[in-house]
């Protein structure tokens, strides 16, 4: 197995004439030893099924191709899903452990086989949503790893009461523990994005309940949020049919109507939810 070098990154895209779109986060990791130190931050096994979001060239396919017993990669751009399993057929002897599928990880409902790990390098305007459909859809994903940008970053791995804390930090939380797990250097990329990126964690374990509870939770979650800095009766006010009726809901439910939705963590929203679904 080799990995994909600067050079070979670059001969790639003038071989498929590719010019790197800033919409799909076309920005190719061009160090490979950044690609196996990902694959290692993630968990990867010789008994995972490896999910990858947007291989790109393949810098990151190749590393996960290593380590995993099989690899899942979906790509939307068809120039990029096309070359892949020749990239990995060059690269590899083991090119046949690679499935590509040329979609949008945002429309994308089973996979073929089922995916344990999950390792993606993530664009800003589709980072936050393609994270949380793949931990609604896919069951199976156990742990895994993404790329995204610092501030997106942030947000998902920050906790109640701090000032990234918000809609991707709660929903995150539904399914998975999430932290922080390290930055990465623009240097790594090409082309080199004007904007910081950092790796963030997840562990999967229990939900807090069934799907009708999250509905509930998550629609709360977003009245909690739409206005930063409202007493939670004021934010819920519309859902429960005015502050004074909002209130008695959520002393009822055991929180603080004064409070803030920032000041809330999962369980704390699942208790206004649940007492919602109960009354």
């Known amino acids: 197995m080799t990995l994909l070098g600067a050079a070979e990154i670059r001969a790639l895209a003038e071989k498929l004439d590719l010019k790197p779109a800033k919409a799909l986060g076309q920005n190719f990791v061009i160090d490979a030893n950044v690609c196996r130190k990902i694959v290692r931050t993630a968990g990867v ?59 949008d990880a945002l429309q994308v409902k089973s996979l ?68 922080g797990a390290g930055s990465v250097s623009r240097s790594i990329f090409w082309p080199a994005p004007n904007v910081d990126s950092k790796l963030v964690g997840f562990k999967r374990r229990a939900t807090p309940g069934d799907e009708k509870l999250r509905k509930e939770v998550f629609t709360i979650i977003d009245l909690a949020f739409a206005q930063r800095r409202k007493m939670l009766r004021a934010a819920l006010s519309s859902r429960y049919g005015g502050s004074a009726a909002a209130e008695a809901h959520l002393i009822a439910a055991g929180i603080d109507p004064t409070l803030r939705g920032e000041s809330l963590d999962i369980h704390g929203f699942c208790k206004i939810a649940q007492q919602g679904l109960e009354s």
């Open 112 to 179: 073929p086989g089922e995916p344990t790990v999950l390792v993606a390098n993530l664009p800003y305007n589709v980072s936050v949503p393609v994270f949380l459909h793949l931990l609604e859809i896919l069951p199976t994903l156990r742990s895994g790893v993404v790329m995204v940008q610092a501030e997106v970053a942030d947000r998902l791995a920050a906790k109640p009461n701090t000032k990234e804390y918000g809609i991707p930090s709660v929903k995150a939380a539904w399914w998975a523990d999430v932290t």
């Open 45 to 103: 096994t010789a008994g995972d099924v490896a999910l990858e979001i947007g291989p790109g060239l393949g810098s990151l396919t190749l590393a996960l191709m290593e380590e995993a017993t099989s690899v899942i990669a979906v790509e939307i751009d068809s120039r990029l899903a096309n070359q892949l399993p020749i990239t990995a057929a060059l690269h590899s002897d083991r090119s046949e452990i690679l499935t590509v599928i040329n979609q």
